[in-house]
């Protein structure tokens, strides 16, 4: 019997309870009030269930006619959202966002971004892989993501189309407790090698062996970005961090920038490109999602560089905005030249 229910059926039915009685809910859908009534008996003929009381002057909903009014209303929801999907498709927009993106990209752009795309697309699923390194790239290589929002230097994205889309700032820091704090710069190479440098791993195999940036003797490999703060701050080594992510605490003086000899002061930038398969571009949405990105970081980027530097000998100055590409022989692909390999993990950035 219960196929015969129809969602016009719920409708009414929701009508009937929100509004009060059948002649309120006949003008809310702009019918005569014995279509209502004939409505909702065929409802509850359908259901094999009484759903009001009508022993008063008006219907009131029963006990079961509560627990289905429930039910009607998730059921009308799936159908809208079923039918937002069915006219995106028809209109070539992704049914889902399947986005993989590089944990050092700034989230307050990304969420800010994102919550635009939502008020745009409310209906819109979205699935949202994080993570680091080369493991961003080994979501699309599996076809989990569609589109990944990543650094290429790791990997070189070999077969995959790339679009530059910015450069995030790193800066070499340390808890303001520790003993490079204190150290005299500009700090050269064998000074940093006494001390543990924090560094990342990856939880795929595409960086698998790669140590660019790797600079100390003595490593310690995290593969979060989080947890490597976390021991930054307790002052368990030094690392390379994105400056967007360590600005207050420099700024609060948790943590010092290091002057590094070989950086000449300068910050380093590593660059993150949009990267999906090639001859699969992103869809209305996910260029709509990029285009938005490369709108907000700019400003994101600006406002990360121009943190003071803490001292007379510690010169800020921002790193390349773009560094050189090569153009592949075909489509818009770039290539990338993936980092040296030996041992297991990045210093990131590499200078």
């Known amino acids: 019997m219960l196929d015969r229910l129809t969602l016009d059926q719920l409708r009414v039915l929701v009508a009937v309870a929100e509004t009060g009685s059948f002649s309120a809910a006949a003008r809310r859908l702009g019918r005569v009030q014995s279509a209502i009534s004939q409505t909702v008996q065929s409802l509850e003929s359908a259901l094999g269930i009484t759903l009001?009381?009508?022993?008063?002057?008006?219907?009131?909903?029963?006990?079961?006619?509560?627990?289905?009014?429930?039910?009607?209303?998730?059921?009308?929801?799936?159908?809208?959202?079923?039918?937002?999907?069915?006219?995106?498709?028809?209109?070539?927009?992704?049914?889902?966002?399947?986005?993989?993106i590089d944990s050092i990209f700034p989230n307050a752009v990304l969420m800010a971004s994102l919550k635009a795309l939502s008020a745009a697309h409310p209906c819109l699923p979205v699935?949202?892989?994080?993570?680091?390194?080369?493991?961003?790239?080994?979501?699309?290589?599996?076809?989990?993501?569609?589109l990944g929002i990543y650094s290429p230097v790791a990997t070189g994205v070999?077969?995959?189309?790339?679009?530059?889309?910015?450069?995030?700032?790193?800066?070499?820091?340390?808890?303001?407790?520790?003993?490079?704090?204190?150290?005299?710069g500009p700090l050269a190479r064998d000074v940093l090698e006494r001390h543990v440098q924090l560094i990342l791993t990856d939880r795929s195999t595409l960086s698998a062996?790669?140590?660019?940036?790797?600079v100390s003797t003595r490593i310690w490999r995290f593969v979060d970005l989080g947890s490597r703060l976390d021991y930054l701050?307790?002052?368990?080594g030094w690392g390379n961090m994105p400056l967007h992510l360590v600005a207050e605490h420099i700024a609060a003086g948790r943590l010092r920038r290091l002057d590094l000899k070989e950086n000449n002061g300068r910050l380093v930038s590593l660059p993150i490109h949009v990267v999906h398969e090639r001859g699969r571009p992103p869809g209305q949405v996910g260029r709509w999602l990029v285009d938005d990105l490369r709108k907000r970081l700019p400003a994101a980027e600006g406002d990360a560089i121009l943190v003071p530097p803490q001292d007379s000998s510690d010169t800020v100055a921002p790193g390349p905005s773009r560094p050189p590409e090569k153009k592949l022989d075909r489509g818009s692909a770039q290539a990338v030249s993936p980092l040296p390999r030996s041992g297991r993990g990045l210093g990131l950035p590499r200078t």
């Open 233 to 236: 701050l307790a002052g368990f």
């Open 52 to 100: 009001f009381e009508r022993a008063g002057k008006t219907p009131r909903l029963n006990d079961a006619g509560r627990v289905m009014l429930d039910g009607a209303r998730h059921l009308l929801r799936g159908a809208d959202t079923l039918r937002a999907q069915a006219e995106s498709i028809a209109a070539d927009v992704e049914p889902e966002l399947t986005l993989a």
């Open 127 to 146: 699935t949202l892989y994080t993570e680091g390194l080369g493991a961003a790239e080994q979501r699309l290589r599996d076809g989990a993501a569609r």
């Open 209 to 214: 062996g790669m140590s660019g940036g790797i």
């Open 158 to 184: 070999r077969g995959l189309e790339t679009e530059y889309l910015a450069a995030i700032p790193f800066v070499p820091v340390v808890a303001a407790d520790h003993p490079l704090a204190a150290a005299p």
